[in-house]
């Protein structure tokens, strides 16, 4: 059975840390995976991966895709109270543009 | 804007009710995706499509019922089949092509509640 499991579940920071989110994945032909930020609403698009080794970055935010281990990281620097949301990482496979989701990743920047 | 719109925002449904929520979309997309959100889990795939007159059951189709009648619209029916609706609906759109990858975009969602 498909699954991306994500961890951890939750976290706490103070605003300047730096934060590292992991996606693990077990998925029958891996199309991409993708990143998704969500506040109280829709989810936001941040990052789609499809090959290994190649960092996506935008402003703070950057993302890598290891295929051979499959993982991916979502790093954030210099965290601020706007970061806090839910982060949500899913994985393509297959002949369709199905999505598979990981639970997300809730993460609290205190001032 | 382009964009994805869902309406309404909040619903709510007596027992035994059938509602439909609606999806809109002004991207040009071929296909649409309707995914159910509870706490502490994961999006779960109801029903996608990705061409017009046609859809597929995702992982969670049973209760619910959709139509591809227009490119730009896809609606959700919650039948009282699903015996347990309450739940944050969100609807979303991509370009589809097999050979291509695409980000799904989401809509703002409806929130379902039982009375």
């Known amino acids: 059975e498909d699954k991306v499991v994500q961890s951890p579940l939750s976290l706490v920071v103070h605003e300047g840390d730096t934060v590292t989110l992991n996606c693990s994945y077990e998925v029958t032909n891996f199309r991409s995976l993708l990143w998704y930020k969500q506040e109280k609403k829709a989810p936001t698009f941040l990052f789609m991966l499809?090959?290994?080794?190649i960092e996506k970055k935008s402003g703070r935010l950057s993302s890598i895709l290891d295929k051979k281990e499959l993982f991916s990281i979502l790093n954030i620097t210099a965290t601020q109270t706007g970061d806090s949301a839910v982060y949500l990482c899913?994985?393509?496979?297959?002949?369709?543009?199905?999505?598979?989701f990981g639970t997300g990743t809730l993460l609290a920047v205190q001032p | 804007d382009g964009g994805i719109t869902q309406s309404p925002k909040y619903l709510f449904r007596k027992e035994g009710q059938n509602v439909t929520l609606s999806c809109e979309q002004n991207?040009?997309?071929?296909?649409m995706y309707w995914y159910r959100q509870d706490p502490g889990q994961g999006l779960r795939l109801i029903y996608y499509?990705?061409?017009?007159?046609?859809?597929q059951k995702g992982d969670i189709a049973e209760g619910y019922s959709v139509s591809r009648e227009k490119k730009e619209s896809f609606p959700l029916t919650v039948t009282s089949a699903q015996k347990n609706p309450t739940a944050f609906y969100l609807c979303?759109?991509?370009?589809?092509?097999?050979?291509?990858?695409?980000?799904?975009?989401f809509g703002d969602g409806t929130r379902l509640s039982i009375l």
């Open positions: 499509s990705q061409i017009v007159n046609d859809f």
């Open positions: 979303a759109s991509s370009i589809w092509g097999q050979s291509r990858n695409q980000p799904q975009h």
């Open positions: 499809t090959s290994s080794g």
């Open positions: 991207l040009n997309h071929d296909a």
């Open positions: 899913a994985v393509s496979g297959g002949a369709t543009n199905k999505l598979i």
